[in-house]
């Protein structure tokens, strides 16, 4: 195991294990050195592009009142049992439900109860009969799932050695059937039919027939989520996405992706749909990014937030702005323009949800009562990566409006932008032009009210705005090269919320503090971030690139004698290599600041 023994101890005599179908490592463990705070270090996969990349190398931590780290003493050890035995006690005392238990990614459980195909099994699944049958429009069994240069697919491809055009296709010749991997013969590809994935646009009703689907045939990583009803009843699905689902495993990062905020903007909710199919086909096939993916990481993904501006959006029409052409809901209301604002911050939660939409009000809902991480919204009748603000405080200004973790979000919105097959390629849409394929939203245009600044301004998530194609509503016909060339940086995106600092935060007790405030510094360019405040069960994130920090935790305000709760500031480095710490910090007794 790689987690510290207190950790294991909680967790095995607070839930009883379910079932871990695929073991291997993903994480090694670094020295625990005692610096004022008790911290365990470790690293977790960067997800570079080699697969059997798995260890970092050890990262150095200090406390600013030290010069150098010190070895792990007897009394340090004994201090941490007794963290453990309160901890224990305190997360036993909790009424946890099946969304928020808590677990740990490696505790030993006994393997494939839930009948996940073995590596052995993998090697032929399938036998001669495809894992999902749709045809060619000659009506011949297209070999769904294959395997094409390298990447495992659960759908066609525009990518294929026939391709001459946009449209999907998919081999009906394998050369080889264990391990599915496809013909690279022209002749033996052909045009999918309209029955296979991405090859027409789907109903509400279908998407939450599918969502459902997918909760109930794989119940042991895939959850079924009722975000809320729209304005005329109808049901907004998703899922969540992770291993051992039922539990919220401790300190594994929450992200979330968002489609269709616009009704007649349906790119979005046709990537978000195929993305959970592959996702869970890939996972159940032991593809091993995605498993090492899901393996760390919750994820939850809903296609529609306005199903009914989507029933009256109009295939083929690139523009459209308000009730008629299907951007607004049913209340003729701009949903990214319904968010509370920074102008609403010293408000209460019933005073700033008064009045809003009711699709408005079940994202705000589910924003704030999860520790999500970092998220994105998908929307069209554009190509960039935006990021916030989106919004103003100044009359007057103009320019890029940034935020304290400006450099972060600028990275999120690159790495999409990069990994796209056609973002940075100006030529492809030229309503606009975008350096780099990413913008500031604000810079683009100012907008109040906007989703991604709710998240950044009313919880600890990141998020930025995803616009994934020039015309709102284009022919089917287009929509699966549009998967093609969001694939990867759909992936590269959730990947990213494996960077920074994470960890717990206890009192001098040992036990979890709940609503610390998170506090860092970058030692090189002297910004201050955002704080970020502890979970329920004492857990933070903060993303974050390579550099060097320093970073404390304490409980605003002053106790009745005078003294309030705070850790020493502790400095640490992210490195390329090793872009995620982890370490735990102990809040003790000061004086208050006069």
């Given at each position: 195991m790689y987690k510290t023994l207190w950790i294991l101890q909680i967790l095995m005599t607070k839930i009883s294990c379910m079932p871990q179908f695929f073991q291997f490592p993903t994480e090694e463990p670094l020295s625990i050195d005692d610096v004022g705070n008790q911290f365990s270090f470790f690293t977790t996969p960067s997800f570079i592009d080699s697969p059997d990349f798995f260890t970092q190398p050890a990262l150095s931590v200090q406390s600013e009142s030290s010069t150098e780290t010190a070895p792990r003493s007897p009394e340090s050890l004994a201090a941490s049992t007794r963290n453990q035995e309160n901890t224990r006690n305190v997360w036993e005392s909790f009424q946890v439900n099946t969304t928020q238990q808590i677990g740990d990614d490696n505790t030993q459980q006994p393997t494939n109860s839930q009948n996940l195909p073995t590596e052995s099994q993998v090697l032929v699944f399938g036998g001669n009969q495809p894992v999902h049958s749709c045809e060619t429009k000659d009506r011949l069994p297209c070999q769904i799932p294959f395997r094409y240069k390298g990447k495992l697919h659960f759908e066609c491809t525009s990518l294929s050695p026939a391709s001459t055009s946009k449209q999907g296709m998919c081999p009906t010749k394998l050369v080889n059937l264990a391990t599915r991997e496809a013909s690279l013969q022209a002749d033996d590809w052909q045009i999918c039919g309209r029955k296979c994935d991405l090859q027409k646009y789907k109903s509400n009703q279908q998407i939450n027939s599918i969502m459902k689907k997918l909760a109930k045939e794989n119940p042991s990583f895939v959850r079924l989520l009722t975000v809320g009803t729209s304005v005329l009843g109808q049901e907004m699905l998703g899922v969540t996405i992770s291993k051992d689902v039922n539990r919220r495993t401790l300190l594994r990062p929450m992200v979330r992706y968002v489609g269709n905020m616009h009704g007649n903007e349906v790119i979005g909710r046709e990537l978000l749909t195929q993305l959970a199919q592959h996702l869970v086909g890939g996972y159940k096939l032991q593809d091993r990014r995605i498993k090492s993916l899901i393996d760390s990481t919750n994820i939850t993904i809903i296609p529609t937030m306005n199903p009914d501006g989507f029933d009256r959006g109009t295939e083929g029409k690139c523009t459209g702005g308000d009730y008629v052409t299907g951007r607004?809901?049913?209340?003729?209301?701009?949903?990214?323009?319904?968010?509370?604002?920074?102008?609403?911050?010293?408000?209460?939660?019933?005073?700033?949800?008064?009045?809003?939409?009711?699709?408005?009000?079940?994202?705000?809902?589910?924003?704030?009562?999860e520790p999500w991480v970092l998220s994105a919204n998908f929307h069209g009748g554009a190509v960039v990566a935006s990021y916030p603000y989106d919004d103003y405080r100044t009359k007057g200004q103009k320019g890029i409006h940034a935020t304290p973790d400006h450099d972060f979000f600028k990275h999120l919105a690159q790495t999409y932008a990069d990994n796209h097959m056609s973002m940075k390629n100006q030529s492809h849409c030229t309503r606009w032009f975008f350096k780099d394929g990413i913008t500031n939203g604000a810079e683009w245009y100012p907008l109040v009210g906007g989703m991604q600044d709710f998240n950044y301004l009313f919880s600890n998530g990141m998020e930025i705005t995803l616009e994934v194609s020039c015309c709102k509503y284009p022919k089917s016909y287009f929509v699966n090269n549009l998967w093609d060339q969001n694939y990867e940086s759909m992936i590269k995106y959730l990947e990213q919320v494996h960077q920074g600092v994470k960890g717990l935060v206890f009192d001098s007790s040992g036990f979890p503090v709940q609503n610390a405030k998170i506090m860092v510094e970058n030692l090189v360019t002297g910004n201050k971030y955002k704080t970020v405040v502890t979970s329920e069960f004492g857990e933070y994130w903060k993303l974050l690139l390579p550099g060097t920090y320093r970073m404390k935790a304490e409980v605003p305000g002053c106790l009745k004698g005078g003294t309030y709760k705070s850790s020493s500031w502790q400095k640490f480095e992210l490195r390329e290599n090793a872009p995620l710490l982890e370490f735990d910090m102990t809040l003790e007794e000061s004086a208050c600041p006069r």
């Open positions: 607004f809901n049913e209340g003729d209301v701009d949903l990214n323009r319904d968010f509370p604002t920074w102008r609403d911050l010293d408000q209460t939660y019933d005073e700033f949800t008064q009045g809003r939409q009711p699709e408005t009000k079940a994202l705000i809902d589910l924003i704030l009562q």
